[in-house]
T-cell receptor, first 112, second 113 residues
């Protein structure tokens, strides 16, 4: 049973560019959340998608946007990249009403 | 605003010791609390989840307790092993804004052979 799958594993982008990160939830899960984890910090909530709608959003600028597809997979898009966007981006999935979350291995984004 | 604090930030102990990691949160209105393990540069592995109505959960050498009224949780690791070396994160799921987890900054644990 595959867990949460994220791609790519690593990514290097130039300041000002745009990036798309992808996530496939665990089988049976329909809800996907995205988190940003800076080095040495705990993960920070970006937003959550359920039924292809953004259900809740954390304190992140509009440069961060997302999408959920009918098969429950999700994308995180970041526009106009800043050096400060360098971080590990984590995707987490759950089933509606379930108590816990399952996390993927993350995408390491480096902005130069 | 819910805030989660983990103390200590780093801990180094010899193999075989029993140890306790601490987590505190400012708002007791939570659905649950979850402990995770994170190896360097990797994702999060769920260790234990405690519902707000529960006092503790156990899995193997791990035991997590929850005192919601005082805003505290502890993770007890028995007979520590070098393979336990990792960062341990606690996260609460608040009742208000229940779609997100609020994380502490983690405790970086090193077990010395």
């Amino acid at each position: 049973d595959a867990g949460v799958t994220q791609s790519p594993t690593h990514l290097i982008k130039t300041r000002g560019q745009q990036v798309t990160l992808r996530c496939s939830p665990k089988s049976g899960h329909d809800t996907v959340s995205w988190y940003q984890q800076a080095l040495g910090q705990g993960p920070q909530f970006i937003f959550q998608y359920y039924e292809e709608e953004e259900r809740q959003r954390g304190n992140f600028p509009d440069r961060f946007s997302g999408h959920q597809f009918p098969n429950y997979s999700s994308e995180l898009n970041v526009n106009a990249l800043l050096l400060g966007d360098s971080a590990l981006y984590l995707c987490a999935s759950t089933a509606a009403g379930a108590p816990g979350y399952t996390f993927g291995s993350g995408t390491r984004l480096t902005v130069v | 605003k819910q805030e989660v604090t983990q103390i200590p930030a780093a801990l180094s102990v010899p193999e075989g010791e029993n140890l306790v990691l601490n987590c505190s949160f400012t708002d007791s209105a939570i659905y649950n609390l979850q402990w995770f393990r994170q190896d360097p540069g990797k994702g999060l592995t769920s260790l234990l989840l405690i519902q707000s109505s529960q006092r503790e959960q156990t899995s193997g050498r791990l035991n997590a307790s929850l005192d919601k009224s005082s805003g505290r949780s502890t993770l007890y690791i028995a007979a520590s092993q070098p393979g336990d070396s990792a960062t341990y994160l606690c996260a609460v799921r608040p009742i208000q804004g229940a779609q997100k987890l609020v994380f502490g900054q983690g405790t970086r644990l090193t077990i010395n052979p």
